[in-house]
């Protein structure tokens, strides 16, 4: 869990470099949308969280169909509430930038950044509960590739081919 979590940080400290070369309007734009971005993702993260707890549970005690209904259950409460959010957080994706003292162009980005993170966020719910599902259920090696894997293996050579050769 450790080796992971470093080679995931250590990935996105690396797109956070890529995007860099883009040049200061995009990543005032991304740090402006990222506080957005964390605020309204917490609930979802929450209820993963939860969900590896309650599954973990049922499966730990055997009952297998508890842990299956479960877990249907709360990925459907994560979706709902996670779509209940990305439309208010839509509604009011041109508030968070208007309130910081920077260039139009970066209040333009980080708008449309917001929108684009709250359009996916039920997605992103629905992704962090089957995380969370694999996870419980001991496939360590499983959530290492989707971690650590993805991360280098797709994420970091598309950031660093975009930022340089487009």
Known sequence: AFINEMLWS??????????????????SAINISNTVNVLSKSCFLAIGVSL????????????????????RKVMFISF???????ILVLCFAGFVPSLYNTEESV??????????TAAMMPMQALIN???HTVKCGGRAIITFLYDAGYTWIICVPLAYCLAHFT
């Open 10 to 27: 250590f990935g996105q400290t690396m797109l956070n470099q890529s995007m860099s070369l883009r040049g200061v309007e995009i990543v």
């Open 52 to 71: 590896a707890i309650l599954v973990g549970n049922a499966l730990g005690a055997g009952d297998a169909e508890l842990a299956i209904d479960t877990d």
């Open 80 to 86: 709902a509430i996670s779509a209940a959010i990305g």
């Open 107 to 116: 209040k333009a980005m980080a708008t449309t950044f917001i929108r684009i």
């Open 129 to 131: 509960a089957c995380y």
